[in-house]
């Protein structure tokens, strides 16, 4: 359920932690924000300590008067709720709130996110909190606009195997299953003796001696996902009885562990946190000539891509919550941006529709776990450099205010359960969705494309003229139907519909569409270095699937094999396509849609909103592109 709320213009945003700050520059830093364009800023987060001192001694009167400095400078507050810090003393009254790793670890207090989602009693003191917070502000005509918690999934903490855990999950087996003997039936448990008589003897599937039933460990993951919406949903609906303000969720990049659009339907609007250079080098995998040529302006398809994704998750409304202003602390290297980057950065953002994009933090702190991470200003209050560009941004604003993103032609599916069933049994040790989905995002983009990216259970393709869906474990009702009415060109594949609900493989054999006689026979997967070269260049590596039917071969080995088969709207694709290969396949599917494709320069990227074209310049040095010359980190705006 969604509060409906008015449309936002394009406004910079600042993270900012007055606890951390004596009293007497908290007006000064109110003035300076205000001097720079900044908008928003979001506070409150992990305040919970200084919030609620001791059970149930609150003290509100440094929030009050933050809340207030800032509302009398002109900024909006953004207040999160603290709940990713709960502080010592509740640790010491719910001594089993903590989460509890794969081996059986509890996770310690000292640092962030060590509460275990299934646990009932932490969650009623959440509601507690949350309700305090949103009685005391809801009507605060300076907070417009509510954060819960802080990046779900943040430190790999979804799944516990804590007692909670165990409790929660076997109740969500029996209303899922309703009998024992309908899991075994599920999951396949006659397969090594492991039948179950009732739903009090299911255990965790860690710990086990091989690897546990996939369909055990998928179940657990949907079961943890769902223990996410819930904790989520809770502290919404607290909110929504106190404000009419937009609530957001801060979600990160790359992460898949539960699924955001389940978590996005309860909210107002996605954002997520972006930290480009330590994305490229911490998170990506990719080359390392890659990461030395992007190495402090990141990589020039990443941003975009989870732009796209959230855009998705908050049904077309969301924010950066948390753009990287300078070297951060937590990548295993933390570069300097190139001078530009945090202006690029937040253009990029605004291009894909993004309505705020907000730096982090205000000031660097010269104390605790970030101390070496920067801010738009430094430890002495001196401006950092990312501060000149934020300026910079809010000017720029003011001219083009208006927040939205052009249509797209061509949509990508993205789902988190396919996510996690790669993951359980990827078969190929680099089978890896989210590379799999971003290989094809960023073979679209070097074309120079707008890209939507469409939820699994998508039911209407109508606004599209081709559709990628990719390793889609299991194809959803509503999207089968769609696809059979779509008019454009569908590429399915590798290993779409190849899993059934159960995490079994279907029969008749995937991918079983229908009107297309394909049938992947078998499948193989290829260590680096290996690869089967296919007849018009390029080649397949990581996955290969023998394909059968016939239906006819768009593309083939050098050997005459089929590697992709058509009728009608749908391809199958049966092997991880090279990037030659991949692009190859997109621009022929594009000219045959009638989809205008244009060659992209490396590191040069490309986004229209409805009214603008934005160029942006990921090289460390100049472009000349379409007669105009961009410099290094370079955004180049021009009416459409
Ligand atoms: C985010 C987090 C922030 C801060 C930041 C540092 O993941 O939400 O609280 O830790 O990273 O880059």
Not at 291 to 305: E, V
Request: hydrophobic letters at 40%; a negative charge; aromatic letters at 10%.
């Amino acid at each position: 359920m969604t509060t409906a709320s008015p449309p936002l213009t394009r406004a910079l945003g600042v993270c900012y932690y007055p606890e951390h700050w004596p009293q007497e520059i908290w007006a000064e830093d109110a003035a300076r924000m205000a001097e720079a364009g900044i908008t928003w800023v979001r506070i409150g987060e992990f305040a919970w300590s200084r919030i609620e001192p001791a059970p149930g001694r609150f003290d509100w009167d440094w929030l009050d008067t933050a809340i207030e400095t800032l509302g009398a400078a002109g900024l909006k507050v953004v207040l999160g709720t603290p709940t990713a810090t709960p502080p010592r003393w509740l640790a010491t009254k719910l001594p089993d709130m903590f989460a509890v790793d794969a081996e059986g670890r509890p996770r310690g207090f000292g640092s962030r996110r060590h509460y275990d989602f299934s646990h009932r009693g932490f969650r009623a003191e959440c509601a507690r909190i949350v309700t305090a917070l949103a009685t005391r502000y809801g009507a605060n005509p300076h907070v417009a606009a509510w954060q819960t918690d802080n990046e779900y999934g943040c430190h790999d903490t979804i799944l516990s195997y804590s007692p909670a855990a165990l409790s929660a999950f076997r109740d969500w087996l029996a209303q899922k299953y309703q009998s024992p003997e309908a899991l075994n039936r599920a999951w396949g448990n006659v397969f090594w003796s492991m039948d179950y008589s009732g739903f009090d003897e299911i255990g965790l599937p860690n710990l086990t001696v091989t690897e546990a039933n996939p369909s055990h460990v998928m179940d657990l993951r949907r079961f943890a996902s769902d223990e996410v919406v819930s904790f989520n949903r809770l502290q919404v609906e607290i909110i929504r009885r106190h404000s009419a303000a937009p609530i957001l969720h801060n979600y990160m990049g790359r992460v898949v562990d539960f699924d955001h659009f389940k978590v996005g339907a309860d909210l107002d609007a996605a954002s997520w946190d972006s930290y480009p250079l330590g994305f490229l080098i911490g998170r990506l995998g990719a080359s390392e000539a890659h990461k030395a040529r992007f190495l402090r302006q990141g990589d020039p398809d990443n941003q975009a891509f989870h732009h796209d994704l959230y855009r998705a998750v908050g049904r077309g409304r969301w924010w950066v919550m948390e753009q990287q202003p300078g070297p951060v602390n937590w990548a295993p290297w933390n570069a300097d941006p190139l001078p530009g980057m945090a202006r690029l950065w937040a253009w990029e953002a605004f291009a894909h529709g993004a309505e705020t994009v907000s730096y982090f933090r205000w000031r660097q702190a010269p104390f605790a776990q970030e101390q070496m991470h920067a801010g738009l200003l430094r430890p002495d209050s001196a401006a950092a450099p990312a501060l000149a560009e934020a300026t910079q941004v809010a000017r720029e604003l003011a001219l083009e205010p208006e927040a939205g993103t052009a249509a797209a032609p061509v949509a990508l599916v993205f789902d988190y359960e396919s996510a996690w069933a790669w993951k359980i049994q990827p078969q190929g040790q680099d089978f890896d969705y989210f590379d799999l989905v971003t290989s094809t995002y960023r073979g679209l983009r070097a074309l120079g494309l707008n890209i939507d990216i469409l939820p699994p259970d998508t039911g209407d393709l109508s606004a599209y003229r081709l559709v990628l869906v990719p390793g889609l474990a299991t194809l959803s009702a509503p999207l089968t139907a769609a696809l059979a009415r779509f008019q454009g060109r569908a590429i399915l594949g590798p290993r779409t519909n190849a899993k059934t609900e159960d995490f079994a493989i279907p029969v008749p054999l995937p991918p079983a569409l229908p009107g297309l006689d394909c049938t992947v026979a078998r499948v193989e997967s290829l260590p680096p270095g290996t690869e089967i070269p296919l007849s018009g260049g390029g080649a397949i590596q990581r996955w290969h699937e023998v394909l059968e039917g016939s239906a006819e071969a768009r593309l083939t080995t050098t050997t005459g094999a089929p590697v992709a088969m058509t009728a009608g709207p749908l391809t199958y694709l049966g092997g991880w396509l090279d990037e030659t290969a991949l692009k190859d396949l997109l621009r022929a599917a594009c000219a045959e849609t009638g989809v205008e494709t244009t060659e992209m320069p490396e590191g040069l990227r490309r986004r229209d909103t409805s009214r603008l074209r934005i160029l942006l310049n990921y090289n460390p040095e100049p472009v000349t592109f379409d007669g105009v010359t961009i410099p290094a980190a370079g955004v180049h705006i021009s009416p459409l």
